[in-house]
């Protein structure tokens, strides 16, 4: 089993639609959890950041998180073509220093 | 404020050579880590040097090496370069390396072993 999994996608939605994308993790001492996007050839852009359980909106971005299902979500409303790249759920064990642990990434397609 | 620098942004050598990159992190950033990134096996940690110390390591053969100067400008070398190694590697800094703290991506060096 990898510490944190993610469907590889793609994950095609309509241009104004929601995208919903998953992340498990398992190492239940995790403690912080981040999202990030990157476009083919670029490097990863942080977009969110969650640490407790529940719900956390940004702009169009709505990240979930719940640490009993050991289990990330991110919630993208509105989906624009510019949203298209490949989305990493990163974990960080909690151990000292910042060693996060990547998901393989789900590719999104937004199609006008 | 700039980001974080990586230099060179490409980079080709041969097997068995070796290969320094370079990485200046954000201005006031302490934490630097490295990244390799394959389209095989994904975004992997390599290390993260604080205060001129290792802190953390993943798990890269010896051949993976780095150090951190007094100014938290981080240097990464791998020796005996196998084909294996052709990545992007992507350096990261963070104020302090807390697990709270978000990481900020440099623009990576393409590294191609022919």
């Known amino acids: 089993q990898k510490e944190v999994e993610q469907n590889s996608g793609p994950l095609s939605v309509p241009e104004g639609a929601i995208a919903s994308l998953n992340c498990t993790y398992s190492?239940?001492?995790?403690?912080?959890f981040f999202w990030y996007r990157q476009y083919s050839g670029k490097s990863p852009e942080l977009i969110m950041s969650?640490?407790?359980?529940g719900d956390k909106e940004d702009g169009r971005f709505t990240a979930q998180l719940n640490k009993a299902s050991q289990y990330v979500s991110l919630l993208i409303r509105d989906s624009q073509p510019s949203d298209s790249a490949t989305y990493l759920c990163a974990v960080n064990r909690g151990a000292a220093g910042n060693k996060l642990t990547f998901g393989g990434g789900t590719r999104v397609l937004v199609k006008p | 404020k700039a980001g974080v620098t990586q230099t060179p942004r490409y980079l080709i050598k041969t097997r068995g050579q070796q290969v320094t990159l370079s990485c200046s992190p954000i201005s006031g950033h302490r934490s630097v880590s490295w990244y390799q990134q394959t389209p095989g096996q994904g975004l992997q940690f390599l290390f993260e040097y604080f205060s001129e110390t290792q802190r953390n390591k993943g798990n890269f053969p010896g051949r993976f090496s780095g150090r951190q100067f007094s100014n938290s400008r981080s240097e990464m070398n791998v020796s005996t370069l196998e084909l294996g190694d052709s990545a992007l590697y992507l350096c990261a800094s963070s104020l302090a390396g807390g697990a709270y703290e978000k990481l900020f991506f440099g623009s990576g060096t393409q590294l191609s072993v022919l």
């Open positions: 969650i640490y407790s359980n």
């Open positions: 190492d239940r001492g995790s403690q912080s």
